[in-house]
């Protein structure tokens, strides 16, 4: 199997994290969000455990919770004693709802309001991730009108280019985020943070890129020594040097058998090593790491039951299984063109003998959740999961079509319980006047 949280029960059934998806399926109708809670708490581990093993204490991961955001996640996060990153202020209100401890919270994002930054700093915050020097200047002029100090680290582009799907590509020089170091803009944004008494220049932010495989690990490398040369330079030019460098996220998860298998604590204690090595060879102290994984700590935790509506046959051109959801609940498909693992959860031991197109209900061609699969020829009623669902799927999920959104139901130590209600007919019209 894809992960080892899927398996097959007795009677035949695909389980998840132990339980029988049809049966999930039966008692909380589809299109049904699972979430594996103990996957999840095992892969904040194995980061916390591998940051502190190979980068020593001080550094230590942030969920990027843009991957999959809700009250339950935050809870999670509060109690695996994860810190985390934001990107708006209903994530902001999100994780205040969840008693999240916002010192641990780092807000990102390349266009904040002047609502979202007065917003964060009302909810405590704990750091601004600034992007860009108007920014940086709002930040400050508020930080100064509530007589607070406010920690911030810049967010700098190394250059890099991840060899990812160009729209999950963001550490490019001409990235919409942060400021170049090749163009001179890094500098001239620390040149200025460090002039304004209301900001607390931490250090530097990097995010290269998203679903990196980066077998031969240089992405990571080359960033990191990119950054340690800068803060090198801006260390003899201004006296600063950072007390952190977050390198980002973007560690690749498998989606499909083809996909590598990424080393985590392999890969972090590989940078750790590469860094204490330049930060001796250029006579620079180790700053403190930061890392901010999203996908690879909810995406294996997540998988997407549905309800199959009809077979159509095509003949001479080819067959699409629809089900009763779509790029509303899933759009990674219709953006990026991501790869996905489909499996009958109905009949996932008999012979995947159907070619076909699993397509979602939207008006629209482009609404596939994985085209050129195989199936076990499946009936009307029959249960379809998608496997690999938990990142980017509820996080991105829409209303179009007047779809109600589903629910998310958590599986944990054997049982199962609903994280997000699903979204009623009456949810929908709820804000139209
Ligand atoms: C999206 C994002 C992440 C998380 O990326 P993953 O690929 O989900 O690990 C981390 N940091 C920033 C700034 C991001 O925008």
Redesign the pocket.
């Known amino acids: 199997m894809l992960c080892n949280n899927i398996g097959v029960n007795s009677a035949g059934h695909l389980t998840f994290a132990g339980l029988d998806t049809t049966a999930l399926a039966a008692k909380h109708q589809t299109p049904l969000y699972l979430m594996d809670e103990d996957r999840i708490r095992a892969n904040c581990r194995l980061y916390k455990e591998a940051m502190s093993a190979s980068f020593g204490e001080g550094s230590y991961p942030l969920y990027?919770s843009?991957?999959a955001s809700f009250k339950h996640m935050y809870e999670i996060m509060a109690e695996e004693g994860m810190s985390i990153?934001l990107?708006s202020s209903g994530e902001i209100c999100t994780a205040v709802k969840a008693h999240f401890p916002m010192e641990r919270s780092f807000f990102?994002g390349n266009s904040k309001t002047d609502f979202d930054i007065s917003y964060a700093m009302d909810c405590g915050v704990g750091h601004f991730?600034i992007d860009n020097l108007t920014e940086l200047e709002a930040v400050s002029a508020e930080a100064q009108r509530r007589g607070i100090c406010q920690k911030i680290l810049l967010?700098l582009t190394p250059g890099i280019d991840p060899h990812t799907y160009e729209a999950?590509a963001?550490g490019k020089v001409d990235s919409k985020?942060g400021l170049a170091i090749e163009t001179g803009q890094a500098e001239e944004i620390v040149r200025r943070a460090l002039e304004l008494p209301a900001l607390e220049l931490l250090g530097y932010?990097c995010?290269v890129?998203?679903?990196?495989f980066d077998e031969d690990g240089t992405v990571y490398l080359d960033a990191a020594d990119i950054f340690l040369r800068f803060s090198a330079e801006m260390q003899a030019r201004y006296g600063f040097f950072p007390a952190v460098l977050n390198l980002?996220?973007?560690?690749g998860v498998r989606y499909t058998e083809d996909d590598p298998h990424v080393d985590i604590p392999g890969n972090i204690r590989t940078i750790a090593n590469h860094m204490r090595a330049r930060c001796a060879a250029l006579n620079i102290p180790m700053p403190a790491v930061l890392m901010?994984?999203?996908?690879?700590?909810v995406a294996d935790a997540g998988m997407t039951l549905y309800t199959v509506g009809t077979v159509k046959e095509v003949p001479g051109y080819k067959n699409y299984v629809s089900i009763d959801g779509g790029m509303t609940d899933n759009p990674r498909y219709a953006l990026y063109g991501s790869r996905y693992t489909v499996l009958s959860a109905t009949a996932p031991l008999s012979e995947a003998d159907l070619p076909c197109d699993l397509v979602g209900r939207c008006c629209e061609s482009g609404d596939i959740i994985q085209p050129a699969i195989a199936l076990p020829k499946p009936q009307r009623g029959d249960i379809i999961a998608v496997c690999t669902t938990g990142?980017?799927n509820y996080s991105m999920a829409s209303n179009y079509n007047r779809i109600p959104r589903p629910s998310v139901v958590m599986l944990r130590g054997g049982e199962d319980f609903v994280a997000v209600r699903r979204e009623s007919l009456e949810d929908l019209v709820r804000n139209d006047l």
Do not use: L, N
């Open positions: 990027a843009k991957a990153d990107v990102h991730v967010r999950v963001t985020f932010h995010h890129g998203s679903q990196v980002g996220g973007g560690f901010e994984p999203g996908r690879s700590i990142a980017y």
